[in-house]
């Protein structure tokens, strides 16, 4: 089977992501958390995430028959299993609009999506890469969570995110646990990431103070592994030709703290090459910084983006480092 990430890329390649910012003190990087989201905020946001999760399964299915899927090499089994996966997202919608409703506040209500979907393979691959970020989302929003009730609900739909996660890994010939730690995004990293889908949303909402960055694009095709020098593209930020020696950086988001690697520009300011860090594996997210010692709002100037890097497993450790 070809490489379907790839053509999952192709939907999301304007798009991109990070992570809340944990302090390692192994690690020369750092997280630094700076959401003011409180329980509701975080309610709200989990809720708009699996709204537009449900809508794709929907979409999805309402799009491709049991015969496409057949036609792309999916069996009945998977088919019968991504039904019930739409039917869970269907499910916490309406779990997490209850509990809203039920502390009394307004939920937010489905926005208008563009998925740009046109085949199965691309269906599937993008399935995979939401419920990764989908599960990243969960658990970057954990630490900043007060309630013990709250968490406790958040966290029984992570738990079957990641199930999603690596059902859908696997079908794709993929690690379903490429890592001994799964990673975390901060709610503006999953909005960049996800911001490009929503067309529109209601003008009711409620707010909960999330902003995108510039975009991040790999565009690098085929395989990604471990020490491999990748390209990349950005979008909404160039660096001009007078600071083309200021100091960029890119920084591979990972359970302990991000890995940072320099950057090499490729001379119009868009365009850079960096090389992959020893240890990172599976569905990993990628932003450009202007410090190597921290990443925070306001040391991000482009990204997240998502990369499948393909290493063995077995060759990382809890840190995500080599073994």
Same mark, same amino acid.
């Given at each position: 089977?070809?490489?379907?990430? @790839? ?52 979409? $999805?299915?309402?799009?491709?028959? @049991? ?15 991504? @039904?019930? %996966? ?35 393979? @691309? ?31 958040? $966290? ?41 889908? %929503? ?9 909960? $103070?999330?902003?995108?960055?510039? $975009? ?92 499948e890097i393909t290493n063995n497993p077995l060759n990382t450790t809890l840190s995500g480092k080599k073994a």
């Open positions: 089977m070809r490489n379907v990430h @790839q053509l999952a890329l192709l939907a999301l390649s304007s798009y991109a992501v990070a992570a809340p910012l944990v302090s390692a003190p192994w690690k020369v990087g750092k997280r630094q958390v700076e959401s003011q989201m409180n329980d509701i905020d975080i309610l709200r946001y989990a809720l708009t995430l699996e709204h537009l999760e449900d809508k794709f399964y929907r979409e $999805g299915l309402a799009n491709f028959t @049991q015969g496409d899927f057949a036609q792309a090499g999916f069996d009945s089994t998977f088919y019968q299993n991504v @039904q019930a %996966i739409s039917a869970h997202e269907t499910a916490h919608v309406q779990f997490l609009t209850a509990a809203l409703k039920a502390a009394g506040y307004a939920p937010t209500v489905e926005c208008t999506y563009a998925f740009g979907i046109s085949t199965v393979e @691309q269906f599937v691959a993008t399935a995979s890469i939401l419920e990764g970020v989908g599960q990243a989302a969960y658990l970057g929003a954990a630490p900043q969570v007060s309630s013990k009730t709250i968490l406790g609900a958040a $966290g029984s739909i992570l738990t079957i995110e990641a199930r999603h996660d690596a059902y859908l890994r696997a079908a794709l010939s993929q690690s379903p646990f490429p890592q001994a730690n799964d990673d975390a995004l901060t709610p503006d990293e999953v909005h960049t990431m996800a911001h490009g889908f %929503i067309v529109s949303c209601p003008a009711g909402n409620p707010s909960f $103070g999330v902003k995108a960055f510039p $975009g991040l694009a790999v565009t690098t095709t085929g395989k990604i592994t471990s020490g491999m020098t990748i390209a990349l593209s950005t979008a909404g930020f160039a660096l001009a030709p007078a600071d083309s020696k200021a100091h960029l950086y890119a920084a591979f988001i990972t359970a302990l703290g991000p890995d940072f690697a320099p950057l090499t520009p490729s001379g119009d300011g868009e365009n850079f090459q960096v090389t992959v860090p020893i240890g990172v594996n599976g569905q990993s997210y990628l932003l450009l910084t202007n410090c190597n010692d921290t990443v925070s709002d306001s040391s991000v100037v482009a990204g997240p983006t998502f990369l």
